[in-house]
């Protein structure tokens, strides 16, 4: 099959502002990824086209951009699954600065990350083996372990896009991930950042982050969960 890219440029050192450039592959598998025809185009038509992209396979979270309007990852999207009568429309994640092309730069987006502290807090001495938990509690982590930090939910949340300084879900998910495990001998040190006005309360329920992530994260009952903590807690 045909398809046309319609991809955003920018090149922050020579142009004024971003513009569209059409790209058109022929005989394309209907199976082949949007990264596939990305790399095509870079390897066969444009080796300046700029854009991140590591394992290809949805586990490192660097290829997160904006795909005929929805955030996603270009590795973990086929062709078949695209409008193809028309240009597909390639864009940078929203939000974030862009460095060049697709690539934005995510200081801020890892800034917000690092305030939740997303590390384990455990004073005491490691014990011989490894520190346990119940299964029960291990489960209910499991599924915020799945974030591959692709900023895709993030970059969606029209509550970031009015407030640049919301941590966004993307942090409050990871500040859930060791505030709520039982190994964790400091919680409220996760909770502190979530707990300020630019945390949890500002998330609105727009479900935007959930309806962009590529792991089928259900980041708005993993945020709703530390504000019923909180609210318990009456820190
Ligand atoms: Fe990406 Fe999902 Fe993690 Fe957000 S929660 S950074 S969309 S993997
Ligand atoms: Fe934003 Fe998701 Fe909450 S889109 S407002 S973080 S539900
Ligand atoms: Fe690693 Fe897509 S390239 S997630």
Not at 23 to 45: G, M, S
Not at 52 to 78: F, Q, T, V, Y
Not at 181 to 201: L, N, Q
Request: glycine share 4%.
């Amino acid at each position: 099959m045909t398809a046309t890219f319609r991809i955003q440029r920018y090149n922050p050192e020579k142009d004024e502002k971003p513009y569209f450039k059409d790209y058109t592959l022929d005989n394309l598998d209907p199976t082949v990824r949007i990264l596939d025809a990305l790399h095509q185009i870079k390897w066969e038509i444009d080796g300046t086209l700029t854009f991140r992209r590591s394992c290809a396979h949805g586990m490192c979270g660097s290829d997160g951009m904006r795909i005929n309007g929805r955030n996603a990852l270009a590795c973990a999207m086929l062709l078949k699954d695209v409008n193809t009568k028309k240009p597909i429309v390639i864009e940078p994640l929203p939000f974030l600065p862009i460095i060049k092309d697709l690539a934005v730069d995510q200081t801020d987006f890892f800034r917000k990350y690092e305030m939740v502290k997303p590390w384990l807090i455990a004073n005491e001495p490691p014990p011989q083996m490894e520190r346990l938990q119940s299964h029960a509690d291990a489960e209910l982590l499991m599924e915020s372990t799945k974030c591959i930090m692709c900023a895709c939910c993030t970059t969606s949340c029209p509550s970031l896009w009015s407030n640049e300084n919301y941590l966004g879900p993307a942090a409050l998910l990871k500040g859930f991930r060791f505030a709520f495990d039982t190994r964790d001998e400091a919680p409220e040190e996760h909770m502190t950042a979530m707990d300020s006005p630019d945390g949890v309360w500002r998330c609105h329920t727009i479900f935007n982050c959930v309806e962009a992530c590529p792991k089928e994260i259900n980041i708005t009952w993993h945020i709703s969960q530390v504000k019923k903590k909180l609210v318990s807690l009456e820190l």
